[in-house]
């Protein structure tokens, strides 16, 4: 099984290479980096023409070379990746797909932590997607920790991001059945968050084991 993890920043790559070596054994992994596209979204405030056209070309580049599962990494390109998947003929897999097939199973009360405002957008969209094919009625509330991930990528302060993010959680945490963290990066909250109630759900574990998931489909077809 060929996987292509497509990436707009490295800050997550060996951690997503170590999940799949754990959960997906045998898997062959490539990657597509392009660590400018996350900064051309933020300094943007959002998608732009110049970045859906080069993640366009990244999914097609992964298909032309033979990839059998697109992993895209990136949440805040989440709606570009849905979009995408009318015109790719490999599966394409967002890696905070699995954690809002679990969000919405858990509880119809969904507080969504984010530290880029740009991914409050696709990720809520995503959640609100993944509501509709399960038919739940959901209640979608955002909580933005903003600045905390450019604090983390440009200063490498964990101590202080996890402050501002820990604040979020906590005040979804009142008014929610379960958090939702947006981006994958939070993951080094993970043993911090683990005993939390109601539950705070990560993206890259829960993702990967999707992501197995759709791969167990695929090869169930062949």
Do not use: W
Not at 137 to 143: A, C, K, R, S, V
């Amino acid at each position: 099984m060929e996987i292509m993890i497509v990436e707009t920043s490295a800050v997550s790559s060996e951690l997503l290479k170590q999940l799949i070596k754990q959960i997906i054994p045998g898997a062959s992994v490539h990657e597509i980096i392009d660590s400018s596209l996350i900064d051309e979204v933020v300094d943007n405030g959002g998608v732009t023409p110049h970045v859906r056209h080069r993640m366009n070309t990244y999914f097609r580049f992964a298909e032309e070379l033979g990839a059998d599962i697109i992993l895209n990494q990136c949440s805040s390109v989440g709606d570009v990746a849905a979009r995408a998947q009318n015109t790719i003929q490999i599966p394409i897999v967002s890696i905070d797909k699995g954690m809002a097939v679990k969000a919405v199973q858990t509880g119809s009360r969904i507080g969504l932590v984010a530290t880029v405002a740009t991914t409050v957008e696709p990720s809520s969209n995503n959640i609100l997607r993944t509501a509709k094919e399960l038919g739940r009625e959901i209640t979608l509330t955002p909580y933005l920790a903003d600045g905390a991930m450019d604090l983390l990528i440009k200063t490498g302060d964990k101590e202080t991001h996890n402050k501002m993010v820990i604040g979020a959680v906590e005040l979804a945490a009142k008014e929610n059945d379960v958090v939702v963290l947006a981006q994958g990066s939070m993951v080094v909250l993970e043993p911090l968050l683990a005993h939390f109630e109601p539950p705070v759900l990560l993206s890259p574990r829960i993702g990967i084991e999707y992501l197995k998931s759709v791969i167990d489909g695929l090869e169930k077809k062949v």
